[in-house]
């Protein structure tokens, strides 16, 4: 039945249903697009949704369009915009001539460029900032039976809407351009987790640690060495858009040094509530498994 339990099922059966033009897939595609907090599962309902030409409602059509709106704001490989523009192409191909017609307005809409944080921050709106204290959270997870009970679907929306996804990898999901986090309830206690993230300068990832870049002419570049070919020196200048990058000339280059400060934004939890941030806590050390015992 669809919805199932897990992504790989409710894709499957998505992908059958639009195959059959199955009048009911529309409406259950679109709930698993909405309910979906990663863009790759998003984006593969999308895809799955493409060709099908039944049971649309014009509701319906009006959340599908204003998805690829959402959409077109993802972040991911040099093709990525190509991709999402394939989906929608091939979407828009499936709609009468009544619907485009009832629709032109949100056909023609452009799309309003944000970054990850922007685009992931709705949630938010309205929300007075809370300016969290490392010593204040820690105390609040070392309380007894603060990290037990905790909500899962609450710390997997708060995973996305922190806009952890941009830059880590988590399970079959995210970026690449910061840690994987599937593996920290191997590395980090609730209180190490929320030191990194507050203070994510005091200790910098090698991997992932930016350098500064000083020009013969003066100008000042930072970012993460993406490539050094030749001459060249590639720099991703924005963590959260893989495809933002900088070539230099090496000969142009004056000095080099490893960043300081980390390219990871300090207050990531200050739209946070405490349990929200509490959820979110144990979304991260249970690896994004429901039945782990915090959740119990």
Known sequence: ALPA?????????????????????????????????????????????????????????????????KGANY?????????????????????TDAEKKQHAELIAKKVERKSAIESVGAMFVGRTPTLWTLDQLSAAALEEGAMTGRDFDR???MFAAAA????????????????????????????????????????????????VVEKNNGDIVSGVVVNLSGDNVTLNTDVSNPNQRVNIDRKEVKSMEVSKVSPMPPMLLNMLKEEEVLDLLAFILSGGDEENEMFK
């Open 164 to 211: 952890c996804y941009a830059c880590h990898r988590f399970g079959n999901e995210g970026g690449m351009t910061g840690p994987d986090l599937t593996g920290s309830g191997g590395r980090y206690s609730p209180q190490d987790l929320l030191d990194q993230i507050i203070n994510p300068s005091k200790e910098i990832n090698e991997q992932f640690a930016p350098i």
């Open 75 to 95: 972040k991911g490989g040099a093709s990525f915009d190509k991709f999402i523009e394939f989906i929608r192409n091939d979407s828009l191909a499936t709609f």
């Open 5 to 69: 339990k897990n992504f790989p099922e409710n894709w499957l059966l998505l992908e059958t249903l639009a195959h059959l033009q199955a009048p009911s897939a529309a409406e259950k595609g679109m709930a698993l697009i909405a309910s979906a907090i990663g863009q790759e599962q998003q984006m593969q309902h999308a895809r799955s949704l493409r060709f099908l030409r039944t049971g649309w409602t014009p509701e319906l059509r009006e959340a599908q369009l204003n998805w690829f709106l």
């Open 155 to 157: 710390g997997r929306k």
